[in-house]
């Protein structure tokens, strides 16, 4: 059974969400750790077997790890058959594969150096503001649901999860608004609550 050390309420939250939405929780080993948090809280864990002491990090049957919450995503999803993802040689796989690293290459950087207040043009060439990112979303959506077309998939889970932490940052675009919305109502907010009350009070003891 693979290993998931997850700690809640951080990026790995959206991989416990994947994982209630695919029905495979219960397939999956679920170790709690402890992280140190952007406000000084928390500590480094000795349990946590990630290099850099953060979380997503999943260990496979065969003892390989993945860091990186797009790559444990899109290999989770690959292990259950592709449920919230496009298969290979499918239509919108080149799309499904841009977002995903969209986020991590693209989307998470901006939004981190708006958060700090930097404002440098070497950031601006390699990752772009947060303007331009809200264009690609845009532009990207159109008029569809989700990302890739109709379906609901990870790259929207991913996607949507940074303006879930950092709401006052997404795009004040109607479209995208209603997109956030079919993200969040399409998952189980509720059990994920309840999940992460009970890893956090596993956590305190």
């Known amino acids: 059974m693979p290993t998931l050390y997850h700690s809640p309420h951080s ?27 952007g406000d000084g809280s928390g500590r480094s ?25 797009a790559a444990i995503m899109m290999y989770l999803d ?12 499918s239509a919108g796989r080149g799309a499904f594969l ?9 989307l998470e950087p901006a939004m981190v150096a708006q ?4 404002d ?3 950031l601006k060439s390699n990752f772009r503001t947060m303007t331009e990112v809200s264009a690609q979303i845009v532009s990207g959506l159109g ?8 379906k609901l998939t990870i790259a929207d889970i991913i996607m949507g999860s940074a303006f879930q932490w950092a709401p006052d940052l997404a795009p004040e675009a109607p479209a995208v608004k209603a997109w956030l ?13 309840a999940f992460e009350t009970q890893a956090l009070a596993a956590l305190t003891v």
């Not at 690959?78 to 040689?89: D, R, S, V």
């Not at 841009?98 to 693209?106: A, K, Q």
């Open 120 to 122: 440098h043009p070497v």
């Open 11 to 37: 990026r790995s939250s959206r991989v416990i969400s994947q994982l209630m939405l695919m029905g495979k929780l219960d397939q999956i080993k679920v170790v709690i750790v402890d992280v140190v948090r």
């Open 115 to 118: 958060f700090a207040k930097l």
């Open 45 to 69: 864990d000795p349990n946590n077997p990630h290099p850099e002491g953060k979380v997503p990090f999943l260990v496979t049957d065969d003892g390989e790890t993945i860091r990186e919450s």
């Open 78 to 89: 690959e292990l259950f058959g592709y449920p919230l993802g496009i298969k290979p040689q």
């Open 143 to 150: 008029d569809n649901a989700y990302l890739v077309g109709g």
């Open 98 to 106: 841009s977002w995903m690293s969209y986020y991590c290459g693209v």
């Open 181 to 193: 919305k079919r993200v969040e109502a399409a998952q189980d907010c509720a059990g994920l609550q």
